[in-house]
DNA sequence: GACCAACATTACCGTTTTGTTACCGTTTTG
DNA sequence: CAAAACGGTAACAAAACGGTAATGTTGGTC
């Protein structure tokens, strides 16, 4: 999960900040003083700041200067009742990302912040692990134990599927038209072969799969946890 | 030098924000209208977009999707009369990541514009190093242990945006989109045939490649580590 | 014009992939 | 229990795919 870190004095507004974010499925750490919200930022490493400008000992001009100096480079998002021009620019240049001024509306922070975390996610791959197994779609790599295995297409495509939908019974049907495409002249008896030849590759006993599961008249079930 | 592409279909404002931008020391493109802008966008790749909101014909949350469908991830910074948060909000969720509203100070937009070049510096080197090879993209050059090598000029694109997605699986078309420009009608085995010549200049052993992978179906991945 | 380099396209070829079939053991059903 | 249904899988032929040499095209230089 994602963790959001609030470094606000007005303990009214760090809670309801606090709710905001948690209610939108944030892990948050709360901080309300600039000393203890340094810490936390170079403690736990989250993946967002929320800075408040006015706090008391340490500001958060400086707080952002001094995360930036320790090349802790994830965004910062400042918060303000100032609406002065040279502020913004002075927090912008010390290395925050956006400002915001008060009073703000909730949600255009929750959007503003979303965003960055965003842009963040979309920069890591996608990587699904399984057992000693890792898939990484963005790569186009499976690798066991950090050795790389040779997949066809069909199969890599097969085993994505299969790992986007952990735990869920899949037809024949939905993984033809998933896998295959649409208009796929493809039988059914073809997603059995695949699935055969997928078993023999990661399978450590094709014969007692533990991870891609037969279920009779239905289809499949990728299940690395399930023994049945 | 960086490139900063404005879309803005009032004159006034257009010539007032190239001038800004180009008395900041960026390279300015400026576009009247959606359709024009977009194609920009697509043709010149530039570091950072102003996109104004209200513009004729397409407007600029449906640029704004459209360039994210692309793959193009350059920062957004959106421009606008209305305040509207639900406006805000959606222009955010589109993939935008700021949002200023008219009247804005020139100063703040130039600040929040540089907030996110300083950023995207930050994050991209221009010398790449794999194996023997050191790649300056910068001085456009590179060489094999010290030893200078000669590349076509589009070997050396190509080579640069491998580089530049080391890891990472690339199509065809992400490679021509990116390489050979969004307009260009080259075909898809072109990009066969340059790959075939880089790795005749840099492979130590073309047919058993170990920079440039082939991934059936899909098409090429740049991994010096992966020996696969 | 002749020449040349860069580039796009094409065609041919070897390799890999893939859909299907057939056969077999196992499980379910009546 | 026997028949039927079902899935596992080896084998095979057709199709798809990528490597690459040859060919055509363009644009620049002498």
Redo the contacts between chains.
Sequence with gaps: METVLIIEDDSTMLRGLTDNFTAAGYAVLAAADGEAGLNAALDARPDLIILDIMLPQINGYEICRLLRKEKL?MPILMLTAKGE?SD??LG??L?????VTKPF?R??LL??A???L??RR?QQ?SVYQFGNFTLDL????LAQDGR???L??KEFKLLGFFAANKGRALTRDEILNNVWGYNSFAGHRSVDRFVTTLRNKIEPDPHLPIYIHTLREIGYKFDPCDPE
């Design positions: 480079d021009e913004i620019i912008l240049n290395g925050a990302d956006d400002y509306s949600k255009e959007a503003r979303a965003a960055f965003r842009r979309q791959t963005s790569a186009c790599s790389p295995m040779k066809s297409p």
